[in-house]
């Protein structure tokens, strides 16, 4: 517990760099401010920094880049594989696991020691490892490192410690499961094949023991060949040459046959009896054709030859389709009996496995699904129902179903919340799935008891909206929307529609939401925003659509005869935008919209429905903004948004100016560019510029330079663009700034435009998750590297004196490998583009305040930041009367005060003077469309927190808290004394930044574009934490990464996964009670008794040892050279830190010791068993003796 006492003395400066000790003003430019009342700020600061640490809680969505599939029948749990080396392993829904290999190198091969507890998995780097799934957080045990070999196919056999091991070399090798070693005993592929044999038969693709002796083990190679190899023997028992390359083997439970499948997409079925020639040839999609021959058919990468007690086998595989058939799908194919059935997928098939009732390889098999691992999607398919059906994934598997562009994260939500959108979500769910329950139900989750309601907002690049239920660690699906519903759908070649083909105008770019009020917002890549509210009643609406003109295109004269001669000029608001509004949509692509020249004007990007429309319960579209178009140029996109329930405005900005729109009265308010907000405080001194120079200006989606020549690059590079916190670029945008002169048009041609109107106004999905580009490295420092990096984050167009001097060119293939990260250096100050004036409205908030120094009362106030690091105050005059709300006009004045920070604002927040989080007023949410009820007029109730009202002990004013890129300021309210100044970070910026609470008290945490998590305290700014998280953060993470209560924060992680975090101990410390067990004490299912006369003529399986063969005293050491063994963290050492947490090292040794007694009750069952058999045998020999005993050989 830390007291901090500050006493204001009324002494004022302007130095930015303050320091907690020195109160600095935060007047404009430096100019002395009235001292303010000496008041004590006493504030009791509870958090210390033994309240942070940050660490991973749990991964959702789908593994992105999938390689590797691996399912234990006993334990019912499934491991998948990645690229990036990452281990996703599922159970039961709540049961969800990542594990990340440390090299990053992709996984090969997963396989699960069936019923141990344990995984071994063989990844690209030639390195084996062996994963301990016995605690919640899997670590491995022990690695192998093969140093001369390339590791091809692994094979473990059931109740087996010993690992067989293919290479590309051919040769296989032995690993001890239990120490990792490798074993002397190795099949050199010379001895394996003929030596009369000229060539190399490949890479190992196959191994497996034979269901009738697992002293025999089928080595499949790439070329074709198939060697049984008997292991007691050291010699082949037989060696089969096709002439057709191998994929996959599979036996029949009997051991007496195999299939294999192959290239030329063929199946092959061998008999051991004979093995000279196939006994079957199949091509289950090659058909005759009209010259004899058979169509040539893609390869059948897998095949899996499953037998059934009650009918025919079943033959499953993948692949194996005819060429011809050009666009077919990727296919899983069924064979039954005499029928095929073609299961066609969406997406590439990666892998997939058939689920069998039993793990004994030498008993029928009994099949009951199909696991099918695609590219972007897991599948399983019920076997038990002849038509198969697919499982409900309970799994949320399609957070990318369209790629994520933006995401929001709210915790501890009106508890009502949850169970209200799940109830309309369901009405609209698939169906058609299989009644059976989903059958990868492995492992134990319970729901934890620190647990409370919270919910994640996705928003996709086809316009839609995701709300997931995200309480207590898992993540499902509550209900969908689409706002694409609001607008008419582009129809081809019609008008500016055309321009929008293969487009996605949709695609979202924020959401602002208020749990309390059930008021929801988005913005759109077009330039629009909509107004949702929620109903539980379906209702015909007409869609009321605003259309606003905030563009800058009136701007200053050059010379009194320039003016002259274009008398198309308007005098009037010089720098202000003029709002256009209609209550209903009437500007479609018309003639009278364009300029004789064709140029675009005063249009919207989209057209909003016309008709009343019939919308279902749920969240119901109320109000559509659009900007227009302003001659010939396509309206810059929004970068920031603010709405209040309680005030019934909402207020945007970009980078021309701001907007206030009253949604109760579906009016503009405000529309006036970012300079006359100022009025006659502009602390910058902005310059005239040329009009030649001005018009060669671009700012590209991904653009990295600011010449000329990047122009045309631009528009041949990916259209997945780089926006950050919902702020984004567009190829069009244009620097539109109040001292940009303005070219007029004379009878010489027409005015210059960068962009002709039969350019579409925006590329295609900005998506967060298709995102992999960063902002750059530029080769040169200073004012070109700054403005690239501006105009990524915050879609500002940026423009200095030296632009037409800047010749620094490189091709897109030679900044690929610097695009990977942020740059580390950014320059600190701020006085680098004083001359810009393009500057863009950043961030917005609501809220009681005091908008100018004598006020006594907070009023209603917009808070203003701009990408200068200037913050604006603009009261409002809103009436309190719900019937004069609805007809009086809300008066704002523009002339507030005005603070500086260093770099772009992100974030205003505001304490009362005791530290607590003052919470911004909303209205409690009401049921539009419910029944009137005369007797309880509806009226609106609304929710103030006013800064005054519990502080009678310490006086009006209240304490804002704001960030920058750079720095943190808190200043005192009404007199803007700036109280406390942290200087976040010098060589980086940051770019997310919120006020969460966290352990009954609040604090300010940072995201930066270096990867490092801070938090402050609040009010002293006292750094907490700052944790190095993410060395290299692309511009993906740097979008989506958002901040929530309770010490939590998401980003998405790859194009397909949401990655959670947490930055608070308490959460770390019960992780491991909300984390799921992945491993259940199961029994063993007995394997079937055989009976006498099979076990006695079927081979010795039983019988066979492999300790003999392959430890130590028999096969002698392998070289050293050839594998190295590298103990993991997760051995005994690392197991008794992670025991602490998990089941502790008594309750693992009780499991441990009960295992072992179960397993000798049921060896002493099994002794038992034999000791009566052989007693019953004994006596039955003894009857038969003496009854035959007696009698003369001929009697027989």
Not at 485 to 502: D, I, M, S
Request: aromatic share 8%; with cysteine.
């Amino acid at each position: 517990m830390k007291k901090f006492r500050k006493v204001l003395d009324g002494l004022t400066t302007s130095s930015p760099g303050a320091t907690v000790s020195s109160p600095s003003c935060g007047s404009a430019a430096g100019t002395p401010t009235a001292a303010p009342t000496p008041k004590e700020i006493d504030v009791q600061e509870t958090l210390v920094s033994e309240n942070f640490q940050l660490c991973k809680t749990v991964r959702h969505g789908f593994p992105y880049q999938p390689t590797a599939l691996a399912f234990d029948p006993v334990q019912k749990i499934l491991a998948i594989g990645s690229r990036s080396g990452g281990v996703r392993i599922l159970g039961r829904p709540g049961v969800d696991c990542y594990c990340q290999h440390e090299s990053g190198a992709a996984v090969l091969q997963l396989q699960f020691l069936i019923n141990e507890g344990a995984l071994v998995s063989a990844c690209a780097d030639d390195t084996l490892h062996l994963w301990n799934l016995r605690q919640r957080r899997p670590a491995i045990l022990h690695s192998l490192k093969f140093n001369r070999e390339r590791i091809t196919f692994c094979h473990l056999p059931f109740q087996s410690k010993w690992l067989y091991v293919g290479t590309e070399r051919g040769n296989t090798h032995i690993v001890n499961i239990e120490s990792f070693i490798l074993s002397g005993y190795v099949i050199m592929w010379n001895k394996a094949i003929e030596l009369s044999t000229k060539t190399h038969p490949g890479p190992v693709v196959h191994l497996s023991d034979s269901p009738k002796d697992e002293g025999k083990l089928l080595i499949g190679f790439e070329s074709g060949t198939i060697v049984q190899w008997d292991l007691r023997g050291k010699k082949a028992d037989f060696r089969i040459y096709y002439d057709e390359a191998i994929h996959s083997v599979s036996w029949h439970h009997e051991g007496k046959q195999f299939m294999c499948s192959h290239s030329d997409g063929s199946l092959t079925l061998w008999n051991l009896r004979n093995t000279t020639k196939p006994f079957q040839v199949t091509f289950p999609h090659g058909k005759i054709q009209k010259d004899g021959r058979k169509e040539s058919c893609k390869p059948i990468l897998k095949v899996e030859y499953k037998t059934c007690r009650n009918s025919e086998p079943f033959v499953i595989f993948s692949g194996g389709l005819s060429y011809d058939k050009a666009g077919r799908r990727p296919a899983l194919t069924i064979m039954h009996g005499k029928a095929i059935t073609v299961l066609e997928m969406d997406y590439p098939i990666v892998e997939f496995m058939v689920l069998c009732e039993t793990p004994y390889n030498n008993e029928v098999q009994e099949p009951y699904a199909v696991v099918v691992l695609l590219e972007k999607d897991l599948i399983v398919v019920d076997l038990t129902q002849s038509n198969y059906p697919v499982f409900e994934n309970p799994y949320p598997m399609d957070i990318h179903e369209s790629p994520v562009t933006c995401t929001a994260y709210f915790a501890d939500c009106p508890p009502d919340i949850i169970p209200i959108l799940y109830s309309i979500g369901a009405k609209h769910k698939k169906t058609g799935y299989s009644q059976k329950e989903w059958p990868i139900s492995g492992g134990t989750w319970t729901l934890g008891s620190h647990t409370y309601p919270e919910i994640i907002i996705t928003g996709h690049a086809d316009g839609s909206i995701k709300f997931w239920d995200a309480s207590a660690i898992t993540l499902q699906m509550l209900y969908k929307m689409k706002t694409s519903k609001v607008f008419e759908k582009p129809k081809p070649g019609e008008g500016r529609a055309a321009e929008l083909v293969e487009e996605d105008p949709f695609a979202i770019q924020m959401v602002s939401w208020c749990p309390q009020s059930r008021i929801f917002c988005v913005v759109g890549i077009s330039a629009h925003i909509i107004l949702y509210r929620f109903s539980k009643y379906d209702a015909n609406t007409q869609i009321v659509s605003l259309e606003v003109r905030l563009q800058c295109d009136s701007e200053d004269v050059i010379s009194p005869s320039e003016n002259e001669n274009n008398p198309s000029f308007s005098e009037t608001g010089s720098h202000s935008p003029q709002p256009h509004h209609h209550h209903q949509h009437q500007h479609p692509a018309s003639p009278g919209s364009r300029t004789p020249e064709g140029i675009k004007d005063s249009i919207p990007c989209l057209k909003v429905k016309d008709r009343a429309v019939r919308v279902p319960p749920g969240y119901q579209s109320e109000l559509v903004i659009q900007l227009l178009w302003v001659d010939g140029e396509p309206p810059q996109q929004i970068t920031s948004l603010d709405i209040n329930s309680a005030y019934g405005l909402l207020a945007f900005g970009n980078c021309n100016g701001l907007a206030v729109v009253d949604y109760l009265q579906k009016t503009v308010i405000l529309c006036m560019s970012t300079l006359d907000l100022y009025g006659s405080t502009d602390p910058y001194q902005r310059l005239t510029r040329s009009p030649r120079r001005n018009r060669q200006s671009t700012s590209g989606l991904t653009e990295l330079t600011d010449n000329q020549q990047s122009i045309d690059m631009e528009r041949s590079k990916s259209p997945t663009s780089d926006h950050v916190n919902g702020h984004c670029t567009s190829p069009t945008s244009q620097p539109c700034s109040a001292g940009k002169p303005r070219i007029p048009m004379g009878p010489e041609g027409p005015r210059l435009t960068r962009r002709g109107p039969g350019r579409p106004p925006f590329r295609k999905a900005q998506s967060a998750a298709c995102m992999e580009i960063s902002l750059p490295v530029s080769h040169t420092e200073g004012h070109a590297s700054r403005r690239a990096m501006l105009q990524q984050l915050h879609g500002v167009t940026m423009y200095s004196h030296d632009e037409h001097h800047s010749t620094t060119s490189y091709c897109w293939s030679d900044r690929e490998s610097r695009e990977n990260s942020f740059t580390r250096s950014r320059s600190s100050s701020v006085s680098s583009i004083d001359r810009d004036t393009k500057e863009a409205v950043t961030t917005l908030q609501f809220g009681e305040s005091y908008g100018r120094k004598n006020d006594v009362l907070p009023t209603p106030c917009l808070w203003v930041g701009t990408s200068l690091g200037v913050v604006l105050l603009i009261p409002m005059s809103i009436p309190t009367d719900q019937e004069e709300r609805m007809e009086e006009p809300v008066t704002m004045g523009v002339s507030g005060a005005l603070l500086m920070l260093k770099g772009s604002v992100l974030r205003f927040s505001f304490l009362d003077c005791m530290g607590a989080l003052i919470q911004t007023p909303y209205e409690v949410w009401r049921d539009h469309n419910a029944p009137e009820d005369p007797d309880r007029p509806r009226r609106r109730k609304l929710v103030h927190f006013s800064p005054s009202s519990s502080q009678d002990a310490c006086g009006d004013g209240h304490l804002a808290v704001v960030c920058s890129e750079r720095q943190a300021k808190v200043f005192l309210m009404p007199s803007q004394s700036c109280l406390f100044v942290h200087n976040i970070t010098e060589s980086s910026f940051v770019l997310r930044a919120d006020v969460v609470s966290v352990c009954n008290s609040v604090c300010l945490a940072c995201f930066c574009a270096n990867g490092h998590v801070m938090t402050l305290s609040l009010p002293s700014l006292r750094p907490l934490m700052d944790v190095n998280y993410l060395p290299l953060t692309d511009m993906r993470i740097a979008r989506t990464f958002y901040f929530t209560n309770g010490g939590q924060a998401l980003y998405l992680s790859s194009p397909t996964e949401i990655q959670r975090i947490t930055y608070s101990q308490e959460m770390c410390d019960n992780l491991q009670e909300m984390l799921g067990e992945l491993f259940t004490p199961i029994e063993t299912p007995e394997a079937q008794n055989r009976g006498f006369l099979k076990g006695f003529f079927g081979g010795n399986a039983h019988t066979f040892d492999r300790e003999e063969l392959f430890g130590e005293a028999a096969a002698g050491k392998a070289s050293r050279s050839l594998a190295q063994h590298i103990p993991g963290q997760g051995g005994v050492e690392g197991m008794k830190v992670a025991a602490s947490g998990a089941v502790g090292e008594l309750a693992r040794a009780r499991i441990a010791l009960d295992e072992r007694g179960q397993r000798l009750g049921e060896l002493e069952e099994r002794t038992a068993l034999m000791m009566t058999s052989a007693e019953a045998f004994s006596k039955h020999a003894h009857e038969l003796m003496l009854k035959c005993k007696d009698k003369k050989w001929y009697q027989f």
